[in-house]
Protein backbone atom coordinates (compact mmCIF):
# COMPACT_ATOMS: atom_id res chain seq x y z
CA UNK A 1 0.00 0.00 0.00
CA UNK A 2 2.61 2.10 0.99
CA UNK A 3 4.05 2.20 -2.31
CA UNK A 4 1.13 2.89 -4.40
CA UNK A 5 1.21 6.42 -2.36
CA UNK A 6 4.93 7.75 -2.64
CA UNK A 7 5.70 10.53 -5.37
CA UNK A 8 7.50 9.16 -8.16
CA UNK A 9 11.26 9.48 -7.58
CA UNK A 10 13.71 7.54 -10.36
CA UNK A 11 16.40 9.54 -9.02
CA UNK A 12 16.19 8.88 -5.44
CA UNK A 13 16.59 12.43 -4.04
CA UNK A 14 15.59 13.10 -0.70
CA UNK A 15 12.34 13.16 0.93
CA UNK A 16 10.68 15.05 3.73
CA UNK A 17 7.70 13.30 4.87
CA UNK A 18 6.07 15.90 7.42
CA UNK A 19 8.44 15.92 10.06
CA UNK A 20 10.38 12.70 9.09
CA UNK A 21 13.29 13.33 6.19
CA UNK A 22 14.77 10.39 4.17
CA UNK A 23 17.46 9.87 1.71
CA UNK A 24 15.39 7.31 -0.24
CA UNK A 25 12.32 5.97 -0.63
CA UNK A 26 13.45 2.71 0.61
CA UNK A 27 14.43 4.17 3.78
CA UNK A 28 10.86 5.62 3.90
CA UNK A 29 9.50 2.15 3.48
CA UNK A 30 11.77 0.34 5.79
CA UNK A 31 11.24 3.00 8.67
CA UNK A 32 7.18 2.46 8.00
CA UNK A 33 7.05 -1.61 7.87
CA UNK A 34 10.58 -2.39 9.56
CA UNK A 35 14.09 -3.50 7.89
CA UNK A 36 13.62 -7.30 6.59
CA UNK A 37 10.08 -6.84 6.16
CA UNK A 38 8.08 -8.85 3.36
CA UNK A 39 4.98 -7.46 1.11
CA UNK A 40 2.00 -10.00 0.86
CA UNK A 41 0.81 -10.87 -1.96
CA UNK A 42 -1.35 -13.71 -3.98
CA UNK A 43 -1.94 -14.89 -7.45
CA UNK A 44 -4.19 -16.98 -8.63
CA UNK A 45 -3.86 -19.79 -10.88
CA UNK A 46 -6.67 -21.31 -13.48
CA UNK A 47 -6.37 -25.12 -14.15
CA UNK A 48 -9.13 -26.82 -16.70
CA UNK A 49 -9.41 -30.31 -17.15
CA UNK A 50 -11.12 -31.44 -20.41
CA UNK A 51 -11.83 -35.05 -21.01
CA UNK A 52 -9.86 -36.45 -18.02
CA UNK A 53 -6.74 -35.09 -19.95
CA UNK A 54 -3.83 -34.31 -16.80
CA UNK A 55 -2.98 -30.43 -16.74
CA UNK A 56 0.43 -29.04 -15.74
CA UNK A 57 0.85 -25.30 -15.33
CA UNK A 58 3.58 -23.52 -14.15
CA UNK A 59 3.44 -20.00 -12.23
CA UNK A 60 6.95 -17.98 -11.03
CA UNK A 61 6.40 -15.94 -8.17
CA UNK A 62 9.79 -13.69 -6.75
CA UNK A 63 12.39 -15.69 -5.77
CA UNK A 64 13.38 -15.88 -1.79
CA UNK A 65 9.31 -15.50 -0.97
CA UNK A 66 8.08 -17.12 1.78
CA UNK A 67 4.49 -19.22 0.71
CA UNK A 68 1.97 -18.41 3.29
CA UNK A 69 -1.51 -20.37 2.51
CA UNK A 70 -2.55 -21.73 -0.56
CA UNK A 71 -6.36 -22.86 -1.24
CA UNK A 72 -8.19 -24.11 -4.30
CA UNK A 73 -11.71 -23.09 -5.34
CA UNK A 74 -14.20 -24.96 -7.32
CA UNK A 75 -16.88 -23.08 -8.84
CA UNK A 76 -18.67 -25.87 -10.07
CA UNK A 77 -18.48 -29.93 -9.25
CA UNK A 78 -16.44 -31.60 -11.84
CA UNK A 79 -18.38 -33.53 -14.63
CA UNK A 80 -17.66 -37.08 -15.43
CA UNK A 81 -18.54 -38.63 -12.71
CA UNK A 82 -14.80 -38.71 -11.34
CA UNK A 83 -13.46 -40.71 -8.11
CA UNK A 84 -10.91 -37.83 -7.62
CA UNK A 85 -9.48 -34.97 -9.08
CA UNK A 86 -6.13 -34.33 -7.32
CA UNK A 87 -4.28 -31.25 -7.21
CA UNK A 88 -0.67 -30.80 -6.33
CA UNK A 89 2.03 -28.36 -6.38
CA UNK A 90 5.51 -28.97 -5.96
CA UNK A 91 9.24 -27.01 -7.19
CA UNK A 92 9.63 -29.66 -10.06
CA UNK A 93 7.21 -31.11 -12.22
CA UNK A 94 4.29 -33.40 -11.14
CA UNK A 95 5.76 -32.92 -7.55
CA UNK A 96 4.24 -32.56 -4.29
CA UNK A 97 6.76 -30.96 -2.64
CA UNK A 98 4.66 -28.30 -1.42
CA UNK A 99 1.53 -29.39 -1.87
CA UNK A 100 0.59 -33.09 -1.71
CA UNK A 101 -2.49 -34.69 -3.06
CA UNK A 102 -5.94 -32.39 -2.69
CA UNK A 103 -9.09 -34.01 -3.99
CA UNK A 104 -10.86 -30.80 -5.68
CA UNK A 105 -13.76 -32.44 -7.65
CA UNK A 106 -16.89 -30.89 -5.87
CA UNK A 107 -17.60 -27.65 -5.43
CA UNK A 108 -16.05 -25.73 -3.01
CA UNK A 109 -13.11 -24.02 -0.87
CA UNK A 110 -9.79 -26.19 0.34
CA UNK A 111 -7.26 -24.34 2.53
CA UNK A 112 -4.59 -26.93 1.58
CA UNK A 113 -1.71 -27.83 3.68
CA UNK A 114 1.76 -26.72 3.03
CA UNK A 115 4.57 -29.35 3.76
CA UNK A 116 6.07 -28.33 6.58
CA UNK A 117 9.60 -27.91 5.27
CA UNK A 118 8.26 -24.68 2.48
CA UNK A 119 5.72 -23.07 5.18
CA UNK A 120 8.04 -20.56 5.87
CA UNK A 121 11.51 -21.36 3.67
CA UNK A 122 12.22 -19.16 0.84
CA UNK A 123 10.88 -20.75 -2.64
CA UNK A 124 14.29 -20.24 -4.27
CA UNK A 125 13.38 -21.70 -7.44
CA UNK A 126 10.67 -19.13 -7.97
CA UNK A 127 9.07 -21.38 -9.78
CA UNK A 128 5.67 -23.52 -8.62
CA UNK A 129 4.57 -26.68 -10.73
CA UNK A 130 0.74 -26.94 -10.27
CA UNK A 131 -0.80 -30.52 -11.67
CA UNK A 132 -4.39 -31.38 -12.05
CA UNK A 133 -5.11 -35.68 -12.29
CA UNK A 134 -8.04 -37.21 -12.57
CA UNK A 135 -8.94 -40.46 -11.25
CA UNK A 136 -12.37 -43.00 -12.30
CA UNK A 137 -15.25 -41.69 -14.13
CA UNK A 138 -15.96 -40.99 -17.62
CA UNK A 139 -14.13 -38.25 -19.70
CA UNK A 140 -14.28 -35.60 -16.53
CA UNK A 141 -13.68 -31.49 -16.90
CA UNK A 142 -13.86 -28.93 -15.22
CA UNK A 143 -12.14 -25.78 -13.32
CA UNK A 144 -10.23 -25.26 -10.38
CA UNK A 145 -8.23 -21.91 -9.17
CA UNK A 146 -5.51 -22.23 -7.22
CA UNK A 147 -4.73 -19.38 -4.97
CA UNK A 148 -1.66 -19.02 -3.58
CA UNK A 149 -0.63 -16.15 -0.84
CA UNK A 150 3.23 -15.42 -0.75
CA UNK A 151 5.71 -12.49 0.87
CA UNK A 152 8.18 -11.54 -1.40
CA UNK A 153 11.74 -10.17 0.07
CA UNK A 154 11.96 -6.61 -0.13
CA UNK A 155 14.44 -5.27 -2.30
Known amino acids: DDELRLPLNPE ?3 FCFGAIHMSSEDQYLNNRRGIGSRVGSSI ?21 SWLS ?6 ATAFTGSPTNINARIGNASTGQQV ?8 QG ?14 NNDGTLYLALAASGGTSPAGTVNAVIAYHAPTL
Open 109 to 122: HITATIVAAYDSIG
Open 44 to 64: VVPMTMVAGAAVAVTQDIPKG
Open 12 to 14: RRA
Open 69 to 74: SVRFET
Open 99 to 106: VADVDVKA
